[in-house]
């Protein structure tokens, strides 16, 4: 039998979902805007964030809360996920 075991804080919360994402869940691109999806796309070519600013002609804050927003949307926890995933799902070809 599978169970789950929660504080009470948690489950007294209003939105008990804030914490919990299912894992399940199949994550997809279509959350990704085309911004982002360059932004992926460099990134996986292994660039970092100040040539991938460059490139897209955009401060290298933006590249970095596009990467966060896209780790934040997909539910992912560092950059190394966020690349499998882009690989994953073929978001990114890689030459």
């Known amino acids: ?5 929660v504080t009470p804080l948690i489950t007294k ?3 008990p979902d804030k914490f919990f994402y299912r894992v399940n869940q199949k994550l997809s691109p279509n959350h990704l805007t085309l ?3 360059e932004v992926l ?4 070519e292994g660039r970092n964030m100040k040539e991938v600013a ?3 002609n955009v401060a290298p804050r933006t590249v970095a809360f596009h990467k966060y927003k896209m780790m934040e ?3 992912l926890r560092n950059h190394t996920d966020l690349l ?3 690989l994953n799902s073929s978001l990114v070809a890689l030459t």
């Open 1 to 5: 039998m599978d169970r789950s075991y």
């Open 13 to 15: 919360e209003e939105r």
């Open 35 to 37: 911004r982002r999806r």
């Open 41 to 44: 796309q460099l990134l996986a």
């Open 54 to 56: 460059y490139i897209l």
């Open 73 to 75: 949307l997909l539910h």
């Open 84 to 86: 499998r995933f882009a």
